[in-house]
Structure formats: C-alpha cells, structure tokens
C-alpha cells in the first residue's frame, strides 16, 4: 500500500483544526497507510533546532516534498501527477514537510525532492496541514477518478 508521512512543526490545538485533521485522515485510509509526525515548536527556538527534529523523521528512499511559500505554486491535479509520479517512480512512501513559523533551513530545503506552495500567502501552520490533509485526498480521488474533485 502506498504510504503518506507528514513532518510537521507544532500540534494541532484546536479542535476544529484537529477535528478537520482526523476526518481527511480517515477518509485517506482507503488510498494510503498515513503518518503523522508533530514536532516542537518553539516561539524562542531558531530553526535549527525544528529542523534538526524534522530531520530524524526522514527515512531513506522517500520521496520529500516540502511546503513553501517559495516553491512551485502547484494545482489540485498537479499534486496528483507530482504523487502518481513518485510512486510510480518507485517510492514507496511520500513525506510531505511543513516548517515552523520561521520555516526551516537550507539543510532541510535541500533534502526536498520537490518544493510546492499552494499560494503566495502564509498560512497558520495548523490550517496548513488541514489543507494539505485536504488536498492529499483530492489528488488521490483525481487519481482514482472519482467525483470528488469537480
């Protein structure tokens, strides 16, 4: 079964955030075995220290795509080709990254297979994984061809 990890800094406080959170994830469960990994986050810390924590949830041979303001602005279907492409490639698991609200150092940009945005606009990083959960299982419904994605 194709597998999912996100990488990400801070945890989900509110409920509606989490609530949001749990549903995409249960709806995923048909199209991919997901892991989540929260990590610290840190008002005072530098980003050395958030990303070093991202660092240790990386295993070898997957395919790391990072979220970031700078990267490609990417469409709902190019996601879905971006994620057809890495599986089809070979990977087995595809770790999606969100940095803390100082972002994450040139260590982890580099260790990233792709970078993507989804707008030029910052995002709460809490509602960055909700749309990212969201947009995860739109690309997979494009995939499979459902009626989801309109």
């Known amino acids: 079964m194709k597998a999912v990890s996100i990488s990400c800094v801070g945890k989900l406080k509110?409920?509606?955030?989490?609530?949001?959170?749990?549903?995409y994830a249960k709806r995923l469960q048909r199209f991919c075995k997901l892991t989540v990994n929260e990590l610290d986050d840190c008002a005072v810390c530098e980003v050395k220290r958030e990303s070093d924590a991202i660092e240790k949830t990386f295993k070898s041979g997957e395919y790391r795509i990072l979220c970031d303001i700078s990267g490609e602005l990417v469409s709902s279907e190019g996601l879905s080709e971006i994620l057809d492409s890495a599986y089809l490639g070979g990977k087995q698991n595809v770790r999606f990254i969100i940095g803390g609200s100082q972002g994450v150092d040139e260590r982890i940009k580099n260790h990233a297979d792709k970078k993507i945005s989804f707008g030029r606009v910052t995002y709460p990083h809490q509602l960055m994984r909700v749309i990212l959960l969201e947009q995860i299982y739109r690309a997979f419904t494009i995939s499979a061809k459902m009626p989801y994605h309109k």
Request: aromatic share 20%; glycine share 0%; no cysteine.
């Open 14 to 23: 509110e409920k509606y955030f989490a609530d949001a959170a749990a549903e």
